[in-house]
């Protein structure tokens, strides 16, 4: 039986990548979806695909990091779902540089803020009265590893992170008792498009990848379909106690 039968999710930065993954899988599990990023093209892909199959799925695009626009497309997607009962705080960006603190420029670490941690809180903030006019509701944000751990130059995303898991917190105590819960998942090093560019930015990206191997004791990466199924689960009716978590989905990575 479906997981998700009857929901209606909102699921940023789905075009590609853990939210693309997340969006479809969504889809077969029985909800109407969302689908939210930056780029047409790749959100109509997704559409496309979840279509194809079966599902339920319309497009949200627009740039979430603005009030404005993260009103507009939370609101449009509760329209056109008739309701929104699950929302995925996804989209992120990494700086694809390496640094000391003192030598970041404020420009890219204000970016990077306002991409994974300004718009989960302005996608939050404007979703919650959906959520509560629903009755019900599952946050789900996708966080990192980086959020426990820290990667030597690379502060800005780091930052980030920890501050979008303390926001998931601060939605799980203060809207329990409305029904709605809140969870991060941190991955540890799956294989996306942005890995592929992270590795090819780094000056020698094959030995970035053998030392961010062997921080995994499982010994490979993870897939974004391990972490669709693991978004499921936090989302579904199974987990209507299961809140204020942050969920490492690393191979043991976070703990070596």
Known sequence: MPSLPGRKALV?????????????????????VAVGGRDAGRIARTVAEIRAEGGQAVAAPGDISEPGTAAAVVDQAASDLSGLDIVVNNAGID???WMPLHEWPVDDFDRILAT?????FLVSKFAMPHLLRAGRGAFLHISSVCAITVWAGDCAYDISKAALNMLSDHIAVEYGAQGITSNTLMPGQIITEMY???KAAMPDGEEFEKEILARH????????????????????????????????????????
């Open 95 to 97: 700086a694809m540089q």
């Open 217 to 256: 004791p499982v010994g490979r990466f993870g897939s974004v379909d391990e972490v669709a199924e693991a978004a499921v689960l936090l989302c579904s009716g199974a987990a209507a106690f299961l809140t204020g978590a942050n969920v490492s989905i690393d191979g043991a990575y976070s703990r070596v």
């Open 196 to 198: 592929e560019e992270v």
């Open 12 to 32: 940023t930065g789905a075009s590609s990548g853990i939210g693309r993954a997340i969006a479809v899988r969504f889809a077969r599990e029985g909800a109407a």
């Open 116 to 120: 994974n941690l300004r718009a989960p």
